[in-house]
């Protein structure tokens, strides 16, 4: 064989190895992407990023008394003085909670929660320590509700691994993004074998704002379903369950949604939902957390969730004529003060429930009100389906 002969054999036998070795490089790690998707999560909270643009509709609305934890619990807002706190025996309280007896995953139309034999005390602090140890910082507490929310956050394990954020990453990694922040809102209920568990996610992305491409704003993206689940079995372990129990559990398949209606003509407008009571009231909720509501109070056996709505378009002109994130989000009146609060009701019909909004009286929403209660219906019949 010619030296020419030989130098093109080993240059092709090369070549078909360095094929054979990214091929079988790229099976591994696309192998290893299904293996470790639960695994890609490492959440960062925006506390500890550059501030961000968010949209008024976005932000979280301003702390107040209905907020406020109970005379004696632990209200400390940061890790370590929650790690202090919870290292001193508060009057009437014990440090060492019950064992969990049992935690279950369980499953309406595409709706998931978790139900344990904790009662809502024992749970809280619970909460607190499974989104703090998930990188968040809990943004709102309300026990009168039941809700615990988190902060915006980046999930840091969606950046590219590269060579550069290799060599670089330990020391620059703040200049890296991903482009999108997501937060998490969990709802606590009593039902009747359990504490029931709910976890909704809102998500925003950032996007370019001018063709130039030079300025971006952040803008609201859809809620991401296995992402829900994804926390809500990290959270049964945390009560609890196996690795395995969870994941099987997460995994099971998901039953089609109800069928959901809107009919009716202005403030007579009604959702018309093929579930009974209280399956629909459970997805009245899980809706409400998905769409931004501030949910201010409710009252079950009346059917009634007391919730402030903001209407989009007049936030977006209020937007767009303060430039800058501290015009928008600190400038004029706060959400409190521009948003409307109205009534929710819920009441069983035949087999199904109806769902109506009222204004804050109580009353059927006439002239603007009864647009802005037409676009509420529209929204949850858009989070149910």
């Known amino acids: ?7 093109s054999f080993v240059s092709t036998v090369s070549r078909v190895a360095v094929f054979v ?3 079988s490089a790229l099976g591994a790690c696309s192998l290893n992407e299904k293996i470790d998707e639960y695994a890609r999560i490492d959440y960062k909270s925006s506390g500890k990023l550059p501030p961000l643009d968010i949209p008024p509709d976005l932000a979280s609305p301003r702390g107040d008394g209905r907020f406020d934890m109970p005379a004696g619990r632990d209200t400390a807002r940061t890790a370590s003085e929650r790690g202090r706190v919870a290292a001193t ?4 309280q014990s440090l060492v909670l019950p064992a969990v007896q049992g ?4 499953r309406s139309g595409s709706e998931r929660w978790l139900v344990t034999s904790l009662t809502p005390e024992q749970l809280w602090p619970l909460l607190r320590e499974f989104w703090q140890e998930s990188g968040f910082i809990v943004e709102t507490e309300s026990p009168q509700t039941g809700i615990v929310e988190t902060d915006w956050a980046e999930n840091r394990a969606k950046l590219p691994l590269d060579v550069i954020r290799r060599t670089l990453g330990k020391v620059f990694d703040s200049v890296y993004s991903t482009g999108e922040r997501d937060k998490f809102r969990t709802r606590i209920d009593r039902g009747p074998e359990g504490t029931e568990i709910h976890i909704t996610h809102r998500g925003m992305v950032e996007v370019y704002s001018t063709t130039d491409k030079d300025q971006t704003v952040w803008q609201p993206r859809p809620s991401d379903p296995e992402l829900e689940v994804e926390f809500l079995r990290r959270l049964m372990v945390k009560l609890g369950a ?7 559990a997460s995994q099971a398949p998901t039953p089609a949604a109800a ?3 809107l009919v009716g003509e202005g403030g007579t407008k009604v959702l018309e939902i093929d579930e009974d009571f209280d399956r629909a009231w459970r997805q009245i909720g899980l809706a409400l957390d998905r769409g931004g509501f501030t949910v201010d109070d409710r009252d079950r056996s009346q059917g ?3 919730v402030r709505y903001i209407d989009p378009e007049a936030q977006a002109r209020r937007a767009n004529s303060k430039p800058g994130f501290l015009g928008r989000i600190f400038g004029g009146k706060t959400q409190e003060e521009i948003s409307q609060q109205f009534r929710l009701k819920a009441e069983s019909a035949g087999s199904g429930t109806q769902v109506s909004v009222l204004d804050r009286e109580g009353n059927t929403p006439t002239g603007i009100d009864a647009d802005t209660a037409s676009k509420i219906l529209a929204l949850l019949q858009e989070e149910l389906r």
Not at 103 to 106: G, T
Request: aromatic share 10%; hydrophobic share 40%.
């Open 89 to 92: 025996p508060s009057s009437g």
């Open 21 to 23: 070795f990214v091929a």
């Open 103 to 106: 935690v279950r995953m369980e």
């Open 242 to 248: 196996t690795q395995e129990a969870a994941m099987q």
């Open 1 to 7: 064989m010619s030296k020419a002969s030989t130098s």
């Open 304 to 306: 009634l969730y007391f």
């Open 259 to 261: 069928n959901v209606r």
